[in-house]
């Protein structure tokens, strides 16, 4: 995958001058009455973060470690919004590189499928988005969420590989481990360190380590140090990974969880992406959940410059209708009009899976139907189908039904270990700057060159 800055020589020195030049010159914004309106909070390749932004994110993040009970402070508040909205300018510079975008008539089916979803109306979905925003930058910012969830798991997905070994490993695990399986409420810090590290890179990173384990030692909040040291969009999180079912803990860190008890923190761990200190807050044990199946098929109708969106919702239309009146059956309407060759051939059928294993608004449109029902056209990353629910069951303590579920908790943990790498390798080929005085005054230094020497793949 060639990413942005690597396409467009990163952010040569050029346009860092550029860049910097307007931050000075331009950073500050006057209106008519020359009264101050916004400065420039940092530089991420060639895109800007507004003073703004930053002070919004910083009350919004305030705000959600407040709601968690984790005393963060307001400065290391203010850096882990920074994180985020680094994150997130570097994901959406990335969507724009391939051209991916949602427009008007998209953005309102995908809100119309998430509301939906969950139960309520569009209004307030987007009021949940931003309570105090227009409702065009509400739309705005789930445009951009929207935009940034396709891009991770895209990209992401195709970093995870799954061996059928592993498969029956785990469910031969989880098939031992019965009815009940301990869940760890767990927080991380992650202090970063490329896996090529020199072994200066790697002193630094210890020596930062030791100064997080005293500071704790002295009594310093676990959830504000990981804010703190953090990067990307964990830092939002102030280190709070929630429960995790013991299945899901990763390999490296269950030897020593199991040896410790709530309190502790354990490490430092090295992985591929720093070293990591993991605090054990608790235990509790929970049942294991039943695993409910689907038995599905789709008719797919892909999207392109010659034939856009509005042409395939008005086919798929027709031929539902068709479908209704007994004109054609499901099966061969697939046959004939799928353009999903795997599943096409069988008359569209997908056979049973959980909803997991389906692209997230494929799956939340199918859960929806009952046995028999015809969704109306869904829109997914792949175009757009129609969905026929053939049958549910519930499975248990099958063999398949073990490995199954083995295999969407080995894919949620490494999808969750990929998308920290591939934030990863994004921050390495970026160009930021900070200017914002509140971070520079406590000392805060997060500035970085471009890196036009790492792999993205």
Do not use: C
Not at 170 to 177: C, D, G, H
């Amino acid at each position: 995958m060639v990413y942005l800055v690597k396409s467009k020589k990163g952010f040569n020195m050029f346009g860092k001058r550029i860049a910097l030049a307007l931050t000075a010159a331009l950073g500050i914004a006057f209106n008519a009455n020359a009264q101050t309106l916004d400065t420039t909070a940092a530089v991420v390749n060639n895109d800007i973060i507004l003073t703004s932004e930053l002070d919004a994110m910083q009350k919004e993040m305030a705000a959600n470690f407040a709601s968690r009970g984790q005393q963060v402070s307001p400065v290391n508040a203010r850096k882990a919004a920074l994180e985020q909205l680094i994150t997130k300018s570097l994901i959406l510079q990335q969507a724009r590189t391939h051209g991916l975008n949602l427009n008007d008539m998209q953005l309102d089916q995908a809100l119309e499928q998430f509301a939906a979803r969950n139960g309520v109306s569009v209004k307030t979905l987007l009021d949940q988005m931003g309570p105090g925003l227009s409702e065009a930058a509400q739309r705005e910012r789930f445009r951009e969420d929207l935009i940034i969830g396709e891009v991770r798991r895209n990209q992401v997905r195709n970093r995870i590989k799954i061996s059928d070994s592993e498969v029956k490993l785990l469910a031969k695990n989880l098939k031992q481990l019965g009815s009940v399986e301990p869940s760890y409420h767990l927080s991380q810090l992650i202090v970063p360190l490329a896996a090529n590290a020199t072994s200066a890179q790697v002193q630094r990173a210890v020596n930062t380590v030791d100064k997080i384990k005293a500071d704790l030692r002295k009594g310093a909040d676990f959830n504000d140090l990981a804010a703190l040291y953090t990067q990307g969009s964990l830092a939002a999180q102030g280190g709070d990974l929630g429960y995790i079912p013991e299945s899901r803990v990763p390999v490296p860190f269950l030897p020593s969880l199991l040896k410790s008890k709530p309190g502790a923190v354990i490490g430092p761990i090295r992985s591929p992406y720093g070293l990591h200190l993991i605090k054990y807050v608790g235990v509790t044990d929970g049942a294991v959940k039943t695993i409910t199946m689907y038995d599905a098929s789709h008719i797919l109708l892909t999207t392109s410059i010659v034939y856009p969106d509005e042409t395939a919702v008005k086919e798929l239309n027709l031929l539902r209708d068709e479908i209704l009146k007994g004109a054609i059956s499901f099966s061969d309407a697939a046959k004939n009009f799928s353009e999903d060759p795997g599943s096409a051939i069988n008359g569209g059928d997908l056979g049973y899976a959980t909803p997991d294993r389906y692209d997230p608004a494929f799956a939340a449109a199918m859960v929806r139907l009952k046995p028999g029902e015809i969704s109306e056209p869904v829109r997914s990353s792949f175009g757009y189908h129609l969905i026929k629910l053939n049958d549910i069951k519930t499975d248990l303590d099958s063999d398949a039904s073990y490995e199954d579920q083995a295999r969407n908790l080995i894919f949620e943990r490494l999808f969750r270990e990929e998308s920290i790498a591939w934030e990863r390798e994004l921050r390495d080929t970026a160009y930021i700057h900070v200017s914002d005085p509140t971070l520079l005054n406590a000392g805060i230094d997060i500035d970085q060159e471009q890196n036009t020497s790492s792999n993205n793949g």
